[in-house]
């Protein structure tokens, strides 16, 4: 028996479609089946995005006459749960109205804090049951959090994602059913963050969008990104920054940004998208939507998160700046971030709970314990390693793209 990856494959309008994953067990030989439309794919949990890619590859030939194109659909959410009083905000009732007429199952919950509709009776079920779930709520406190390094606040916009990528940092604080969860009351939100702009001034305060979740997947339906970029976009001392895998971002191009938004792209090295990222878009469809940003004149950023320091770490890497600078290498004013892979104690446990396969190097031995900014420890690289790693980066940095600035390493 293998631990597998399923991808639902349809095919609509000559085009195949992948959408939704979930881990199962099947017998091997099920691997060996022909492929064609309406079947679900069953991948080796391990390398799965290499199989996929490969029976794509044969997908492709058999329908070749039909000339088959494949895409990913975007998110689309199995059940969503609203908290009632959401209804009474203008997003809510879209939001209400669409998924009803989509007919997608609904619900209520009293409070978007605590869900206990969702099924799965075993921990890897209930994960994917709850990346599969919608929940529209109000947000109610409007203290934010603060966000070291990269901004100084947290812009409570969403949490969760449909991504379901073995190394998340959210896997430490999202619980057993990591569902998504969308605030409708952005104009509140937004309300909030005009006063801690005016307690600041005249220091420019930065707000990150994306802290606890990727709010690209969901901003076709909630359009909560395009509002405060426009919000943002206004403020002579307030500046915005989120960072997405996802690829939604058509809507985003024409909104005024004014310049005040970066956006930027979280990129790996190929093996490690291909062995630990399962529901997240490509390199190329990443690199091909910061294109279009870029075009659209937002200031752009990569943040390469998290590195993890495999055999062969040092090739995989320069092979990922490399590709950068094919696609970037003349572009003015990019960033970088640099975050190297940690874990903490509570997200190993989930992690070996719903990707018990995994092939992420969890051992707390091999590493330091260090205390971080929200009171619990973590576990990084030792001191050395962590130099050297630094070191390689700056200078890949350096090479490839002299002009860019390196926000932080760490
Ligand atoms: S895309 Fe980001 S937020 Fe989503 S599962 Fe992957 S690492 Fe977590």
């Known amino acids: 028996m293998l631990r597998c990856v399923d991808y639902n494959i349809c095919s609509v309008n000559n085009r195949i479609r992948i959408f939704d994953i979930f881990i199962t067990t099947i ?4 691997l060996h089946q022909p492929p064609r439309p309406g079947m679900v794919v069953r991948v080796p949990h391990e390398g799965g995005g290499y199989i996929l890619k490969n029976f794509i590859a044969r997908l492709k030939r058999r329908n070749n006459k039909r ?15 609203f908290e009632k009083e959401a209804l009474q905000y203008p997003l809510g009732e879209k939001l209400w109205g669409y998924f009803r007429d989509q007919g997608v199952e609904t619900g209520f919950a009293t409070t978007h804090n605590r869900i206990t509709t969702i099924p799965g009776k075993t921990p890897a079920e209930g994960y994917f049951e709850g990346k599969r779930t919608l929940v529209v709520g109000v947000r109610r406190t409007l203290k934010f959090e603060t966000c070291k390094p990269s901004a100084h606040f947290q812009l409570p916009l969403a949490t969760s994602c449909p991504g379901k990528c073995e190394y998340c940092y959210l896997l430490t604080n999202l619980g057993k059913k990591p569902y998504l969860r969308v605030y409708v009351n952005i104009d509140e939100i937004l309300a909030a963050a005009r ?14 969008g994306a802290a606890t979740s990727d709010p690209v997947a969901v901003e076709p339906y909630t359009g909560l990104l395009g509002r405060a970029i426009e919000f943002f976009g206004a403020q002579e001392y307030g500046r915005f920054r989120f960072v ?47 294109q279009k940003v870029a075009a659209a004149g937002y200031p752009l950023g990569f943040l390469v998160a998290p590195i993890i320091a495999e055999k062969g770490w040092q090739e995989s890497y320069r092979e990922l700046f490399q590709t950068l600078a094919a696609g970037f290498g003349h572009a003015s004013g990019l960033t970088f971030e640099f975050i190297t892979h940690r874990f903490t104690k509570r997200a190993k446990a989930n992690i070996l709970e719903v990707f018990p396969g995994t092939g992420l190097s969890l051992d707390e031995e091999a590493r ?15 001191g050395e390693l962590l130099k050297e790693i630094r070191a390689e980066f700056e200078v890949m940095a350096k090479e490839f793209f002299p002009g860019a600035e390196v926000k932080y390493f760490v």
């Open 368 to 382: 330091t314990f260090k205390f971080g900014q929200f009171g619990y420890g973590k576990y990084v690289y030792p």
């Open 27 to 30: 017998p091997e030989r099920a």
């Open 195 to 208: 006063d801690y702009i005016e307690k600041r001034k005249p220091e420019v305060t930065v707000f990150e």
């Open 67 to 81: 000339k088959t194109q494949v895409m990913k659909l975007p998110f689309v959410p199995k059940r969503v749960i």
């Open 244 to 290: 997405t895998k996802f690829t939604d971002v058509d809507s985003l191009l024409d909104v005024p940004h004014h310049g005040h938004t970066r956006f930027r792209f979280s990129i790996n090295a190929r093996q490690v998208i291909d062995r630990f990222e399962h529901a997240t878009p490509s390199l190329p469809e990443r690199l091909t939507a910061a």
